[in-house]
């Protein structure tokens, strides 16, 4: 007898809508969450300027026209302490915080070839089983931390944004250093300096970062949202990015100068991502065009920033405008234009140790009260090598994917049979709106699982083949791209992780855009799931409560 038909791991934004779609069905489920309540990344990233790069109303849940008609978001651009009461409030409302477990980590997911099910191993001793296991683990879920020498002697307060103190931290008074400028450091940065004695930044490498544009939402602009929600997700659907935002349509070269600068100047005052996806398709494929439009770009960080040789220092060099995601900032240039706040350059003078009173570079020493560490994260992959996964004959999971992942539309892995992924590698929720890829990402799991249960099938695993086409084309979606050689999490880059170094493309997304995913999947589903072999009826077992339980 199995303890659960389902095992959803990660109580995050993904896994709360799996859990409500596998509830809604009557089949027995739960969710393991390793941290201590749910929200994933709304639970744990707690830093001071923590929130939606989305417009919020295009980031919640689209499942439910009560839950639609009921919440009014406060900002266009929704933070941390609002976003983690949203989930919370969904959560509750409906009856779904029964079905998870918190402090529940994952160490182990072992499929049994015999008793075709998966057995998890809990880090509170206990040992669960499950005819199915449905990773949401999350993208940004397993924090990179430098590796520098001497961390643990520092005698100030240290950690990463990702473990950020519930409590909060006071800086008033402090000398605090924040290790990094990526799309963390850059929310975070400007808050610090408003109230800390004395804020160090130390960059490696700058990053493009735009004007976020956040303001709040009246009540009458919120009842206009929800009398046009259906519109706004219908737009979603169809533009590239699941965003409001769609492209321009006009060619580059075809439109003057005039017209392009003019059309820039009104993106880069507009709320939002518009600056980057209502932008020319050509900034992401032709070099020229990028370059023009990142030297447009590097203009108005010059005219942001007071000093000049401050503002080269935070414009990139290895990369154009566009070809990572655009980190969205309030006053994160202006921060650099306060007497408190300094920029260290440390691709000129590294970081050589964590000392006891601060940091040293090869330049000089620096004391500080706190450290921080916005050094970004494992991504994508990351969560899923944390967990021993070993699928038919003992495979590992992460040893199948140390030189980057092979997946079947980033939903499933061969050799790893009845192992969902909503979010996987290789998916298209990694480059997009990410809720509007996750309810896509569980809609197809779950209607996997509806086909499974009404044709009296046990196990599902797609063929290798399959798995290799789909690999090839998310590789010839890198092809088309700038963004092939951008060091970045979009292409498995991260120097704090051994093995993701620079000098190897790691395929971990989907770039054909959420319209033609979202047709493949379509297609996948419609032909009977073509690529997919789908078990026999005789491996079907109950789970311990068969009045709750279906077989699927």
């Known amino acids: 007898m199995l303890d659960y038909e389902v095992i959803v791991i990660g109580a995050g934004v993904a896994g709360i809508y799996q859990i409500k779609r596998l509830v809604d069905l009557g089949i027995r489920a739960t969710v393991l969450e390793a941290a201590g309540g749910l929200g994933g990344t709304w639970y744990n990233n707690r830093y001071p300027g923590a929130r939606f790069d989305s417009e919020s109303y295009t980031y919640g849940y689209s499942f439910s026209r009560e839950l639609l008609d009921e919440w009014h978001w406060k900002e266009r651009f929704s933070g941390q302490p609002e976003n983690l009461r949203y989930l919370n409030h969904v959560a509750d409302k409906f009856d779904l915080r029964r079905h998870m477990q918190f402090n529940c980590r994952v160490d182990a997911a072992h499929w049994d070839e015999a008793g075709n099910f998966w057995r998890l191993t809990v880090s509170d001793g206990r040992t669960l089983t499950a005819r199915f296991v449905i990773m949401t683990l999350g993208l940004l879920s397993i924090p990179a931390r430098p590796r520098y020498p001497g961390m643990e002697q520092f005698k100030g307060r240290s950690f990463h944004?990702?473990?950020?103190?519930?409590?909060?931290?006071?800086?008033?008074?402090?000398?605090?250093?924040?290790?990094?400028?990526?799309?963390?450091a850059i929310q975070a940065i400007p808050v610090i300096a408003e109230t800390a004695a004395e804020l160090t930044v130390f960059q490696r490498r700058p990053n493009w970062?735009?004007?976020?544009?956040?303001?709040?939402i009246s009540e009458e602009e919120m009842a206009d949202i929800r009398r046009r929600y259906d519109e706004i997700f219908a737009t979603c659907a169809r533009t590239p990015?699941?965003?409001?935002?769609?492209?321009?349509?006009?060619?580059f070269w075809e439109v003057s100068r005039e017209e392009r600068l003019r059309l820039w100047d009104r993106l880069y005052d507009?709320?939002?991502?518009?600056?980057?996806?209502?932008?020319f398709r050509e900034i992401f494929t032709d070099e020229k065009a990028n370059a023009e439009f990142s030297e447009y770009i590097a203009g108005r960080i010059r005219r942001r920033v007071k000093d000049p040789a401050t503002a080269e220092k935070l414009i990139p060099r290895d990369h154009g405008f566009g070809v990572q995601r655009v980190p969205l900032e309030t006053n994160y240039y202006e921060a650099y234009n306060r007497d408190n706040v300094h920029l260290v350059d440390v691709s000129a003078t590294p970081i050589v140790r964590v000392t006891e009173t601060g940091l040293a570079t090869t330049e000089r020493d620096y004391d500080f009260d706190i450290i921080v560490y916005a050094t970004g994260f494992d991504a994508i992959t990351g969560a899923y090598d944390h967990i021993d996964i070993r699928g038919t004959g003992g495979e590992r999971l992460a040893e199948l994917w140390k030189d980057g992942p092979s997946?079947?539309?980033?939903?499933?892995?061969?050799?790893?049979?009845?192992?969902l992924m909503p979010t996987g590698p290789q998916s298209g929720s990694a480059s997009v709106n990410f809720p509007r890829g996750i309810e896509l990402g569980v809609n197809w799991c779950t209607d996997l699982l509806i086909h499974m249960r009404e044709h009296g099938q046990a196990r599902c695993e797609p063929t290798l083949a399959a798995q290799a086409r789909w690999t090839k084309h998310v590789q010839d979606m890198y092809a088309m791209l700038l963004l092939r050689k951008a060091k970045g999490w979009f292409t498995g880059y991260n120097s704090n992780v051994p093995g993701h170094e620079e000098g190897h493309v790691r395929y971990v997304v989907y770039n054909g855009g959420q319209p033609?995913?979202?047709?493949?999947?379509?297609?996948?589903?419609?032909?009977?799931?073509?690529?997919?072999?789908?078990?026999?009826?005789?491996a079907v077992t109950q789970a311990r409560d068969p009045d709750r339980a279906h077989a699927v």
Do not use: C
């Open 407 to 419: 997946t079947f539309l980033g939903l499933m892995v061969a050799g790893f049979p009845n192992m």
């Open 241 to 251: 990015g699941g965003f409001e935002h769609e492209p321009d349509r006009r060619g």
């Open 270 to 279: 507009e709320p939002g991502f518009g600056i980057w996806l209502r932008n």
């Open 516 to 538: 033609k995913y979202t047709s493949i999947l379509n297609q996948v589903a419609m032909s009977g799931y073509e690529g997919i072999v789908l078990g026999p009826p005789s």
């Open 161 to 184: 944004t990702f473990d950020w103190p519930h409590e909060g931290v006071p800086f008033a008074g402090k000398k605090v250093a924040v290790i990094g400028t990526g799309a963390t």
């Open 209 to 216: 970062a735009a004007p976020l544009n956040n303001g709040p």
